[in-house]
C-alpha cells in the first residue's frame, strides 16, 4: 500500500464548505422550477419526463456532492450506479409488460368493463344465466331450480 | 489544537485494515451497499407506482389534488436544507470542530421533527377525508376507480420513508451527542460520514417522491 495518494490529496483536506450551500441552492431552483412546471400542465409524456428529469438532476447534485462521489474512488460510484440500473430495469421490464398485455388482461383499463370478447365466447354460448334461473340465487333449493 | 493526523488517528485503525486510509474506503464501500439495498427496497414500491399510474392515469392525477402540495413543496424545501446542514455538520467534524458539528445536527433534527410534524397533519386530514388505502377507502368526494390504489401506495412509500426519517433521526441524535463530546476532533470523522450518507438517502427518495405523488 502506498503511503502517498497525490490524486485524493485534495480529499484529505476535504471542499470548501462553500460547495454545499452553492449545492443547496441549486436543489432549491430544482424545487421551485419542478412545482412551476407541474402548474404550467405540459402535454401528457413531457409532464412525467420534465418531472423525473429535475428530480434526477437533483438526486445527482446530493449523491455527487452531498454524498462525495464526486471526490470517491470509482468503486462506490459502480456500486451506486448498479443499483440504480437495476431499478431502472425492474421499473422499465414491469411497466413494458403491462404496456404490452392483450388489453383485457388490464383489469384498470375503463375500455375493458365495455369490450366484446375476442371471439364466440365457448364457454357460455348462449351467454350468462338469467339472475332468476341461476341456480346458486338465494330462496331456489337444489333440485327444484330449473333443469340445465 | 488538533494533534498530528498521522499519530492521532492509528487508534483508529482496526489491526486487518494496513492505513486508516483503506479503512475508511472500505467503509465507505460498504456503506454504499448498505445504501444500494436500501433503493432495491424503496424500487420495488416504485415499481408498483409506475405500474397502477400506467393503469390509473387519471384516477391518478386526480386523487393527487387532494393532497396538500404546500405541505409536500415545505417537506421538499425542509429535507434539502436538512441535508444541507448534515453535509456541514461532517465537513465541521472533519475539520475538528466537533461542536459545531453537534449544533448543525441539532438544527438537523429540529428540521426532521417539522418534517414529521407536517407529515402527522397530512396524514390526520387523509384519515379524516376517508383518503386511506386499500379497503379502507371510503372517501365521498373522490370515487375513480384505482383510487384506494393510490392512497395504498401514497401510504406505503410515504410511511417507509418516515420510518428511515426516525431510523435516519436516532443516527443523527447519537452521532450529535459524540460530536458534542469530542470523539471526532482528533482526524477521524467517518461515522458522521456514514450517517449523513444514510440522511442524505431520506432525501434522495423525498426528491423522487414530492413530484410523483404531489405534482401529477
Known amino acids: 500500500m502506498a503511503t502517498t495518494h497525490p490524486p485524493h490529496a485534495e480529499h484529505e483536506q476535504g471542499p470548501a464548505a462553500m460547495r454545499y450551500w452553492v449545492v443547496w441552492v441549486l436543489l432549491l431552483v430544482g424545487t421551485f422550477l419542478t412545482f412551476g412546471l407541474s402548474r404550467v400542465h405540459l402535454p401528457s409524456p413531457f409532464h412525467l419526463l420534465v418531472a423525473l428529469a429535475i428530480a434526477s438532476g437533483k438526486s445527482m447534485l446530493v449523491v455527487l456532492f452531498f454524498m462525495h462521489l464526486w471526490d470517491h474512488p470509482g468503486a462506490n460510484r459502480l456500486v451506486f450506479a448498479t443499483s440504480i440500473f437495476f431499478i431502472a430495469l425492474l421499473v422499465g421490464l414491469v411497466v413494458m409488460d403491462n404496456a404490452t398485455r392483450y388489453d383485457l388482461l388490464n383489469p384498470a383499463r375503463g375500455a375493458t368493463l365495455q369490450m366484446e370478447p375476442p371471439g364466440p365466447d365457448l364457454l357460455t354460448p348462449r351467454g350468462p344465466p338469467e339472475p332468476s334461473r341461476r341456480l346458486d340465487t338465494p330462496g331456489v333449493e337444489e333440485g327444484t331450480g330449473p333443469s340445465r | ?150 392512497f395504498t401506495l401514497y401510504f406505503l412509500l410515504t410511511g417507509l420513508h418516515g420510518l428511515h426519517v426516525v431510523i435516519g433521526m436516532t443516527v443523527l441524535a447519537v452521532l450529535m451527542v459524540l460530536c458534542w463530546l469530542g470523539t471526532y476532533d482528533h482526524g477521524y470523522s467517518t461515522p458522521v460520514e456514514l450517517g449523513g450518507m444514510y440522511w442524505h438517502l431520506v432525501d434522495l427518495v423525498w426528491i423522487f417522491l414530492y413530484p410523483l405523488l404531489y405534482l401529477i
Open chain 2, 1 to 150: 489544537m488538533r494533534p498530528e493526523p498521522e499519530a492521532a488517528t492509528a487508534a483508529y485503525v482496526a489491526h486487518h485494515f494496513p492505513d486508516l486510509r483503506t479503512q475508511e474506503h472500505a467503509a465507505r464501500l460498504g456503506m454504499w451497499l448498505f445504501l444500494a439495498t436500501e433503493l432495491l427496497l424503496f424500487g420495488g414500491l416504485f415499481t408498483a407506482y409506475s405500474v397502477y399510474r400506467y393503469l390509473y392515469p387519471a384516477t391518478f392525477a386526480e386523487a393527487s389534488q387532494h393532497l396538500s402540495v404546500a405541505a409536500g413543496t415545505i417537506n421538499t424545501i425542509v429535507l434539502i436544507t436538512s441535508s444541507l446542514t448534515v453535509a456541514l455538520a461532517h465537513h465541521y467534524a472533519h475539520h475538528g470542530k466537533g461542536r459545531r458539528a453537534a449544533l448543525l445536527l441539532l438544527v438537523t433534527l429540529g428540521f426532521a421533527v417539522v418534517f414529521l410534524l407536517i407529515k402527522a397533519w397530512e396524514w390526520s386530514h387523509d384519515f379524516h377525508e376517508g383518503l386511506l388505502p386499500g379497503r379502507y377507502f371510503h372517501s365521498t368526494e373522490l370515487t375513480a376507480n384505482g383510487a384506494p390504489m393510490f
